[in-house]
C-alpha cells in the first residue's frame, strides 16, 4: 500500500497543467516533491522485479539489525557501523559485484574487499558489552552525537575497560576532555535509540516473486525513458535467475513447484 500524494506532487502537476516548465523543475528537483517520489518509485520498482522490501519506522540500519536478530536474515549488509550499536550480530560491509567503490566528490574508484563482521565475538573478544558499545558509541561519534574532542576509539575502549560505563568517565576525566555537550539527557536519548530501537517487527518471512516484465517496462522506459532494449535483456537474466535458483531448491528440499521461496532459502 504507497502512501498518498505529497503537496510537491500536487504543484507539480499544476505547474505541467499550467505550461510553466521551468516551475515544474523547480519543484521537481525540491526535496518536498523528490524524496516522496524516490521513496514510491523505489517500492514500486522492487515489486516489479519481485524483490521482498520492509518498511522501516526508524533508520535502515535497526530495522536491519532486527530481521538479523529475529533469523529472518542471515545478514545486514551496510556500510554504517551504527548496525553493530543497533546489535546487529552479523554485519558485511564492502559487497560489491565489481569489488571497487566510487570515491565521494571524484570519478575515480578504489577497491574493496567483503567484510564481516560477528559482533558477539568482537564483544567478547574486547571484554565489553552491548551497553558499553554504545557508550563508546557516544564518545567517538554516531550520527546521533558528535562525540567528544580527543577521544577516538582506543582511548574510548580504555576509558570504558577501566570506568565501566560513561557517566564514571565524565566524572573521573572531567579535567581531561570537554563533556559539556553530552548531557544526561543525550545519553539517554542515544542509549535508548540503539538498545530500544523502533522497528517493525510484523513481517515474519520475505517471499521473492516472478518479475512482473510487463510492469518493469512500464516504470523503466515508459515513465523514465531507459532503453527498452537494454531493460530487456537485464530483465531476461533476472527471470532466468530466479527460475534457475527456484528450481535449484525445489530440487534440494524436494518441494512442489508451486510453493514460493522464502528469503531465508534464497540466501543460504
Not at 568517565?169 to 530501537?197: G, M
Not at 517487527?201 to 517471499?207: C, D, G, L, R
Request: glycine share 4%; net charge positive.
Amino acid at each position: 500500500m504507497f502512501t498518498k500524494k505529497s503537496l510537491g506532487q500536487d504543484l507539480y502537476a499544476l505547474a505541467l497543467k499550467s505550461g510553466n516548465r521551468e516551475k515544474a523543475k523547480e519543484i521537481a528537483l525540491s526535496k518536498e516533491y523528490l524524496w516522496q517520489n524516490v521513496i514510491l518509485e523505489s517500492k514500486q520498482l522492487l515489486g516489479a522485479l519481485g524483490v521482498p522490501y520492509i518498511e522501516s519506522p526508524a533508520s535502515a540500519e535497526s530495522q536491519c539489525a532486527c530481521l538479523v536478530k529475529q533469523g529472518i536474515a542471515n545478514y545486514s549488509n551496510s556500510q554504517d557501523f551504527d548496525s553493530l550499536l543497533f546489535g546487529c550480530p552479523s554485519l558485511l560491509q564492502n559487497l560489491s559485484k565489481s569489488l571497487r567503490r566510487k570515491v565521494q566528490g571524484k570519478w575515480t574508484y578504489n577497491k574493496v574487499t567483503p567484510f564481516h563482521t560477528n559482533l558477539s565475538k568482537n564483544l567478547k573478544r574486547l571484554k565489553i558489552n552491548q551497553f558499553q558499545l554504545v557508550d563508546i558509541g557516544l564518545l567517538i561519534g554516531t550520527d546521533y552525537f558528535s562525540g567528544i574532542k580527543g577521544i577516538g576509539p582506543k582511548k574510548a575502549l580504555t576509558y570504558i575497560k577501566k570506568h565501566l560505563q560513561v557517566e564514571n568517565i565524565i566524572r573521573k576525566e572531567k579535567n581531561q576532555f570537554d563533556f559539556n555537550l553530552l548531557t544526561s539527557e543525550i545519553i539517554k536519548k542515544v542509549r535508548k535509540i540503539f538498545l530500544f530501537p523502533e522497528v517493525n517487527k510484523s513481517v515474519s518471512n520475505f517471499y521473492w516473486n516472478l518479475p512482473n516484465k510487463a510492469h518493469i517496462f512500464s516504470l523503466l522506459c515508459e515513465s523514465h525513458h531507459l532503453n527498452r532494449e537494454r531493460v530487456e535483456k537485464n530483465v531476461d537474466k533476472l527471470i532466468l535467475s530466479y527460475q534457475k535458483c527456484k528450481k535449484y531448491h525445489q530440487t534440494k528440499r524436494k518441494q512442489p513447484s508451486s510453493i514460493q521461496l522464502t528469503l531465508d532459502t534464497m540466501v543460504k
